[in-house]
């Protein structure tokens, strides 16, 4: 590329980012994992517009150091090969001067954009790097930066995020304010958590584009996906009916793919992109663990702002989808695992372990107050706790609020506003 033409673009961009001063933004939890005076590369990796970008802006400016930036996700841009970042970074010192801080947006988008990572580290540059394909990233980091490298996973806003995003005051225990606090848990779990849903007006048209942007760029094009058609349909079903286990030959037969395969290599890529994620199941033994698995959408918005989508009035799969991006942001940092609960006599949402150790079990139900419905809600966590050995059992709800004993557990009852909040 001309570098007349790179330069103009380059300086779009930085005049694209000086926007983001005058916006008001939360102080994210990730940012704090962002380690500025470290060798390594900061990797911060998430569906697109979870706000991965805004994340590392703001911890840039916080710090006060002088840095260069280039967006990799600009069109004008996407015939760019390895071979080119070398102009870029050039183009980078005329425009900004002197810098020992990089920041770089969807690098995945460039071939071998490790080598050039890799020199940038060598010369003790500091590099930021947000990526919105888990694969492309992951495997060239694991391959080509083996310990020069942290990743940080971001996920759309969570509740706590989003309510002081929204101005939501979620300390005081005033009558109106914990009636507000409940008013904005409902506007969440149906709005969802993606940042920019809370400036815009037509959700529809926003998560329409953005399921499409990433089905047909971020995956059709990179994994050159032949049915494609299938592909969509496949993606958008998912969706619709997530939570839900999958049975990669049901998809198969549904879809009419020619084998299981092609059913596995289509659900990996939607993990990827992080429009699904995936929750094994509890077991002792390792070959239990990988089947059976059970996936859920990056966030409530992908279920129901869709065109042909039916998911939006099941609160029901709405709560139990919060919740486990919840535990996600809660506990996966803190390096425990996730999985589900199920045999012939019933199954429980959620077992949070520590290494081999059940250290929680989870159960979610919107709605309790029908006798039927709270016997079957405890059963699941008693029979989680019977094998597991778990004693740490949460019953999380829309209200109720108690504390109640079953054959000799202690069972905690709350309302999921509440604990997302705590």
Not at 52 to 63: D, F, G, I, V, W
Not at 297 to 310: C, E, Q, S, T
Not at 333 to 355: A, H, M, P, T, W
Not at 356 to 385: F, H, M, N, P, W
């Amino acid at each position: 590329m001309d570098k007349r033409i790179l330069e103009t673009i380059l300086t779009d961009q930085v005049e694209e980012l000086a926007l983001k001063q005058s916006i008001r933004f939360c102080q994210r939890k990730e940012e704090d994992s962002i380690d500025l005076n470290s060798t390594q590369a900061q990797v911060v990796i998430g569906v697109r517009r979870s706000g991965k970008s805004t994340l590392c802006y703001n911890a840039l400016m916080r710090s006060g150091v002088k840095f260069a930036y280039v967006n990799f996700d600009d069109e004008r841009l996407i015939h760019l090969k390895g071979d080119d970042l070398n102009d870029v970074l050039e183009v980078l010192y005329k425009i900004n001067g002197d810098f020992n801080y990089l920041f770089i947006d969807e690098i995945q988008n460039i071939p071998e954009w490790y080598l050039f990572v890799n020199r940038l580290l060598r010369k003790q540059m500091h590099v930021i790097i947000t990526g919105s394909n888990a694969k492309l990233l992951s495997g060239e980091l694991a391959t080509h930066l083996t310990g020069r490298h942290h990743s940080i996973k971001l996920y759309p806003f969570s509740f706590s995020e989003y309510c002081e995003v929204s101005g939501v005051d979620t300390k005081s225990k005033s009558t109106k304010a914990i009636a507000t606090r409940r008013a904005a848990f409902d506007d969440y779990m149906r709005q969802g958590g993606f940042p920019e849903l809370l400036t815009i007006s037509n959700h529809r048209d926003y998560i329409n584009g953005l399921v499409n942007n990433i089905l047909k760029r971020d995956i059709e094009q990179r994994f050159r996906v032949v049915h494609t058609s299938a592909f969509e349909e496949m993606s958008h079903h998912l969706l619709n009916i997530a939570p839900t286990v999958v049975v990669e030959k049901a998809l198969q037969e549904t879809f009419g793919f020619k084998s299981q395969h092609t059913s596995k290599n289509y659900l990996s890529y939607l993990k990827q992109a992080y429009l699904l994620v995936g929750l094994h199941k509890y077991s002792p033994k390792s070959r239990q663990r990988i089947i059976d698995e059970k996936v859920y959408p990056i966030d409530v918005a992908l279920m129901n702002k869709r065109a042909d989508a039916f998911a939006g009035d099941n609160l029901g799969w709405r709560l139990e989808t919060i919740v486990y991006m919840e535990l996600l942001r809660k506990y996966k940092r803190q390096g425990l695992d996730i999985y589900y609960f199920s045999n012939r006599y019933g199954e429980c949402d959620f077992v949070v372990c520590k290494d081999r150790k059940a250290v929680l079990a989870v159960q979610v139900s919107y709605d309790i107050s029908s006798e039927k419905t709270r016997k079957r809600e405890i059963a699941g966590l008693l029979l989680a706790a019977r094998n597991t050995g778990c004693e740490n059992l949460l019953l999380l709800t829309d209200h109720s609020d108690e504390d109640v004993i079953h054959d000799g557990y202690t069972i905690a009852i709350r309302p999921v506003f509440d604990y997302m909040l705590k």
